[in-house]
């Protein structure tokens, strides 16, 4: 079974700076997708970023970008110019291609002072 | 949008009751999940579901089984509660293929006593 690992349960940025949340997974496969998906308190879990294993660009999405470091089975999101309404519990999920399951981390809590 | 409801954002229920958590999407997704959340352990898979009256065993089915009678509704059924059950449980759905994206419901809390 694949294994997803966030290490950092919590996260404190200033509003405007930039933030990076980390995740490692483990899997022996080449082909599979990572995700990462944001909980707001209000609990409605949203996509913030898809990443495809075969592709080597790194995907972004506006003030949200990833460094996906394929060999060592990293997969991290960076939030840039930090808004209050990114405070959210923010989770790291992985795919097999040819699999439904998705397998998430622990989750990292972000929080953004004003 | 996508659009995934389900049923009760709270619910209190006692030890040895039979709960039923309904989830309905409204984008004709095939496949269907359920999952638990819990502090530090992130999202687990109860059950999922590709089709209706199809379904398969996530990583934690134990103690709960699971109805997909339209393309719409999946269902999740506590058939004894117990108060290792009390969580937050997530429904979700996305289109075959694969290679989709999960759409969440609001989530349901659960306290058993």
């Known amino acids: 079974a694949q294994t997803v690992t966030q290490s950092q349960p919590e996260m404190s940025v200033q509003e405007a700076e930039t933030v990076t949340l980390s995740c490692t997974y483990d899997t022996s496969e080449s082909d599979y997708y990572l995700f990462w998906y944001k909980q707001p308190p209000s609990r409605q879990m949203i996509l913030v970023i898809r990443q495809e294993a075969y592709k080597q660009q790194n995907a972004t999405e506006n003030r949200f970008s990833v460094n996906f470091q394929k060999a060592a089975k990293s997969f991290s999101l960076k939030i840039s110019d930090s808004q209050l309404g990114d405070a959210a519990m923010y989770f790291c999920?992985?795919?097999?291609?040819?699999?439904?399951?998705?397998?998430f981390g622990a989750g990292t809590t972000v929080t953004v002072r004003a | 949008d996508v659009k995934v409801t389900q049923s009760s954002r709270y619910l209190v229920k006692r030890t040895g009751e039979k709960v039923f958590l309904e989830c309905v999407q409204d984008?004709?997704?095939?496949?269907m999940f359920w999952y638990r959340q819990d502090p530090g352990l992130g999202l687990r898979l109860i059950y999922f579901?590709?089709?209706?009256?199809?379904?398969e065993k996530g990583d934690i089915p134990e103690g709960y089984s699971v109805s997909r009678e339209k393309k719409e509704r999946f269902s999740l059924i506590l058939e004894s509660a117990s108060t290792n059950q009390t969580s937050m449980y997530l429904c979700a759905s996305e289109a075959s293929g694969g290679q989709e994206t999960q759409y969440f419901g609001p989530g349901t809390r659960l306290l058993v006593l």
């Open positions: 999920a992985y795919r097999s291609a040819d699999d439904y399951k998705l397998s």
């Open positions: 579901s590709y089709d209706v009256k199809m379904k």
């Open positions: 984008m004709d997704h095939e496949n």
